[in-house]
């Protein structure tokens, strides 16, 4: 590479559309249909980005402070039923030399909880990483504690690679232990399917 050269960065932002969910880049337009959706209690897990409180100002805040974020990109989750925001996802931790990403600060309202929306917008993200990125690698992590996060991850058919005991300080001063995750390239296929067959299940 010559000095002075301009690199692309290997993920950027990106709309990604499927049968029940559209992923757009997180931008402050969204801020007004998150805020309906962005109860405190979706937040409690979260180790430091989390809305003050449930307003239109908060959430532009929010996502002020997300796209601020290094090695970070952001997406609004948007229902096809009604073409508005009802959460946010992100790649993050992106390690371009290494072709690994993390799936991650995800959160969904309630009332669209348990429903396509989430295994779908999985799919999108895992198979932009893999078929069009070309990553190697996607971890997904989340606080001990959280055992609803826990078994959606393994339903997608993640492996579990461990706890690391007392990883991170929350900001109430808990120290949580972090459960990691992980798919990668041999694996994506099958689990390709997995969701394939699960998202038809559903409708």
């Not at 897990?45 to 290094?70: F, G, N």
Request: glycine share 6%; net charge positive.
């Amino acid at each position: 590479m010559r000095m002075g050269k301009k690199v692309a960065p290997w993920v950027e932002p990106v709309v990604l559309e499927g049968k029940f969910v559209r992923l757009e880049p997180l931008k402050p337009k969204h801020a007004r249909e998150l805020a309906r959706h962005a109860v405190p209690d979706l937040f409690k897990y979260h180790l430091t980005l989390r809305p003050r409180e449930q307003s239109v100002a908060a959430l532009k805040e929010y996502i002020a402070h997300h796209r601020a974020l290094k090695n970070t990109i952001g997406f609004t989750i948007v229902a096809r039923e009604t073409m508005k925001p009802v959460g946010s996802s992100s790649y993050m931790d992106i390690r371009d030399e290494h072709r690994g990403l993390e799936i991650g600060m995800t959160w969904i309202g309630k009332d669209w909880q348990g429903t396509a929306i989430n295994p779908e917008c999985k799919l999108l993200l895992l198979e932009h990483a893999f078929e069009r990125l070309g990553a190697e690698r996607v971890q997904l992590k989340t606080d001990g504690r959280n055992l609803q996060s826990q078994r959606a991850i393994e339903k997608l058919g993640a492996a579990k690679e461990g706890v690391l005991r007392k990883h991170m300080t929350m900001p109430d001063g808990f120290q949580r232990d972090t459960v990691m995750y992980s798919v990668i390239a041999e694996e994506w296929p099958a689990i390709k399917q997995r969701l394939i067959a699960r998202l038809a299940a559903l409708g």
